[in-house]
């Protein structure tokens, strides 16, 4: 029971504790000098930052003081300052520089610029007509005597004009202190909708073309069944071409994305025209110009309608 006791004792103690200490606010913005790249197949993305920190140090010097570069952390070595850490940073973060000033009123400005490789869940349903929205949040890092609250120093992310990529476009920016988490957080969302231009005309617009390429040996029933199947085969290879040129750059997802979807579509349609080929060529002439005949209308009406509903279901 007296262990207990003790406990509940130490418990409360440190409750209290933690609930009495003083309050140090912090201001806060995240500026992007650069957004170099995005990597939907690791789910990371590459940015260069500068880190604006805004608090009411100890030190109270007769002018205002300024630090750069290396007597930045020789000066942080004597006071207190809110050490923060970007979550889900993978890799050693670079930092570029540093500076901080120090008024006589002990008001501590701190800027810091540096490059980081930051983990982003990214959604690929709707590839390559995808967007996605990649988030930077910081957190205080290690104890502290002190409680630490964010406030932001700025209503807008400034961001770099040239931080810019040819694939995507920034539709959206957002800052905002997370209320929901247990310490303080500090979140940064940029939404970029992805160009989808090269994709159409180099794959998709394509991938239409082959699959009215295949269909042409509808229209030539009369020619010898390994010409027309030597038609479908080139064309069920094209396809598979395609498959692997998207997967460089796809994430290994359990899904079936938009384009995955369009291509298996365009896949399986070619290859059900070597089974009717097949079909068609054990009939007699009379019989197998019928097939064809009515085939030739009836593909075109599965490519529409097979399409339309992908796109129904997927971006639904």
Known sequence: MMKWIIQLVVVLFC?????????????????????????????????????????????RPDKTRYYQGEQVQKALLNTWWPYYQIVHSRGVIDSKFKTMSVSPDGLVRYVERLRVKVETAMDMHSFPFDSQVLKILIKPFGQSGYR??????????????????DEWHLVGTKAQILSNHTTPTYMVSLDYQRQSGFYLY???????????????????????????LAVVMTAMLTVVAFQWVVGQDMPVVSYITFLQAVLLFA??????????IVVGDVQDGKRRQHIMYHARWVYPLILVLGLGLITVIWFN
């Not at 073309?209 to 030539?220: E, M, Y």
């Not at 896949?267 to 009717?276: D, T, Y």
């Open 15 to 59: 409750i209290t504790g933690h609930t009495t200490a003083p309050v140090k606010s912090i201001g806060i913005a995240v500026d992007v000098n650069d957004v170099s790249e995005i990597y939907p197949k690791q789910e990371l993305t590459d940015m260069e930052l500068t880190i604006n920190l805004l608090w009411q140090g100890d030190e």
């Open 148 to 165: 630490t609250q964010y406030y932001s120093l700025n209503d807008k992310i400034k961001i770099n004009t040239n931080a810019h990529l």
């Open 202 to 228: 180099k794959i998709l617009i394509p991938l239409l073309v082959i699959v009215g390429i295949a269909n042409t040996i509808l229209w030539l029933p009369s020619q010898p069944a390994i010409n027309r």
């Open 267 to 276: 896949f399986l349609l070619i290859g059900s025209k070597a089974v009717l």
